[in-house]
């Protein structure tokens, strides 16, 4: 069955880091670029970040940008996202995504 | 940066309609562009992909057209299991970009 399971959100206070682990399962993970896309509570989908196949490639949103890292394994068929400097404006389900595939998500709550 | 423009932001229609949802792009994207359908508290599933390309299991009512700044996505009679959300993506260079979405309510 193709899979993708995130993990690592949890509440976290503003300035602090938190890193996401995706872990995919069930198809070629070093075939296919990847991507983090989150929706906040009651608002739309924002593409945060996107990775190529051999990590040669990376992007990240402008609200993102010089304080998040995307990265993977694919030893580990793993995607990553550490987020640096956490704002309350990142609360949001994070989803690890090939596009066509999605995993369910995992929440991330930034408050003191 | 591209910015993707997304309309209506809302909508009502009734079973067996047409409907037609519009996006158009800051710039050309060529056929860089996927539809997403959202149901509430569901993970968002792609129904179209190259702009008109159907995914695999997409009922064919569901249709894409476009290409450069414009596109469609057009649902040829609505069903009961189609009121939802839609959104626009832009996959021609980074950072990547959602329309604001479209949500289509029961009339």
């Known amino acids: 069955e193709v899979q993708l399971v995130e993990s690592g959100g949890g509440l976290v206070q503003p300035g602090r880091s938190l890193r996401l682990s995706c872990a995919a399962s069930?198809?070629?993970?070093?075939?296919?670029?990847m991507h983090w896309v989150r929706q906040a509570p009651g608002k739309g989908l924002e593409w945060v970040s996107g990775?190529?196949?051999?990590?040669?490639?990376?992007g990240y949103a402008d609200s993102v940008k010089g304080r998040f890292t995307i990265s993977r394994d694919n030893a580990k068929n793993s995607l990553y996202l550490q987020m640096n400097s956490l704002r309350a404006e990142d609360t949001a389900l994070y989803y690890c995504a090939t596009l066509d595939v999605w995993g369910k998500g995992t929440t991330v709550t930034v408050s003191s | 940066d591209i910015q993707m423009t997304q309309s209506p932001s809302a909508m009502s229609a009734s079973v067996g309609d047409r409907v037609t949802i519009t996006c158009r792009a800051s710039q050309g994207i060529s056929n860089y562009l996927a539809w997403f359908q959202q149901k509430p508290g569901k993970v968002p599933k792609r129904l179209i992909y190259?702009?008109?390309s159907l995914q695999s299991g997409v009922p064919s009512r569901f249709s894409g057209s476009g290409s450069g700044t414009e596109f469609t996505l057009t649902i040829s009679s609505l069903q009961p299991e189609d009121f939802a959300t839609y959104y626009c993506l832009q996959h021609n260079s980074y950072p990547y970009s959602f329309g604001q979405g479209t949500k289509l309510e029961i009339k």
């Open positions: 990775i190529s196949w051999n990590s040669g490639s990376t």
């Open positions: 069930g198809f070629t993970f070093d075939d296919y670029a």
């Open positions: 190259a702009a008109s």
